[in-house]
């Protein structure tokens, strides 16, 4: 069965640092593109970011609101992919989930996703 | 960037109803879109991809169609389970982008 576990979330002041895991099982995960989607309180999903498979070297991409505060890894031996977040504002609020890139004919779907943890960023 | 602007916003129904929720996007997207349903307090769950292809598992009731700028999703018969909030979402070019949502409630 495939599973995405998220973790690391937690209260942290403006300006301060994060890192979220995501520990996948049940499938190869180097094969995998894996994305970060997050849902600020009682609004809608927004995506973040993406790490793409090995095989196009776990290349990365951003929304422009993130750009350069954010980052993401992999750890193969881990199977886990991470989201290092920095310079947090309060508007990265938000419930962040981890989902893994379904690709048919070059496009990617979330399918599935973690069942998501919370970051609250406030003083 | 890709805006994808869905409707109603909100919508009220009665078991067994047709219930069909519109995404329109602000540029031609071919059928590179995704339905996903979202319960409350729950992670959201990819229902239908390429505009009209049913995610393994997913019920029959639900379909998808449209491309270029204009998808519908239809849900045929609603049930209980099916009260949630929908959100579609574009797979052309990033920043990928979700619909608004829509929320399904009971009437």
């Known amino acids: 069965e495939v599973q995405l576990v998220e973790s690391g979330g937690g209260l942290v002041e403006p300006g301060g640092s994060l890192r979220l895991s995501c520990a996948a099982s049940?499938?190869?995960?180097?094969?995998?593109?894996m994305d970060w989607v997050r849902q600020a309180p009682g609004k809608g999903l927004e995506w973040v970011g993406r790490?793409?498979?090995?095989?196009?070297?776990?290349?990365?991409e951003f929304v422009a609101s993130v750009k350069g505060r954010f980052a993401i890894s992999r750890l193969e031996s881990e199977n886990s992919v991470y989201l290092h977040m920095n310079s947090l504002k309060i508007e990265d609020t938000a419930i962040y989930y981890c989902?893994?890139?379904?690709?048919?004919?070059?496009?990617?779907?979330?399918?599935?996703w973690g069942q998501g943890t919370l970051v609250t960023v406030s003083s | 960037d890709i805006q994808l602007t869905q409707s109603p916003s909100f919508l009220s129904a009665s078991v067994g109803d047709r219930v069909t929720i519109t995404c329109r996007a602000s540029?031609?997207?071919?059928?590179?879109l995704a339905w996903y349903q979202q319960k409350p307090g729950r992670a959201p769950k990819l229902l239908i991809y390429?505009?009209?292809t049913l995610q393994t598992g997913v019920p029959s009731r639900f379909s998808g169609s449209g491309s270029g700028t204009d998808f519908t999703l239809t849900i045929s018969g609603l049930q209980p389970e099916d009260f949630a909030t929908y959100y579609c979402?574009?797979?052309?070019?990033?920043?990928?982008?979700f619909g608004g949502g829509t929320k399904v409630n009971i009437k």
């Open positions: 989902t893994r890139g379904f690709r048919l004919n070059g496009r990617t779907w979330f399918d599935p």
């Open positions: 049940g499938f190869t995960f180097s094969d995998y593109y």
């Open positions: 790490s793409r498979s090995k095989a196009k070297r776990y290349t990365t």
């Open positions: 540029q031609g997207i071919n059928n590179y």
């Open positions: 390429s505009a009209s």
């Open positions: 979402q574009q797979d052309t070019s990033f920043p990928l982008t």
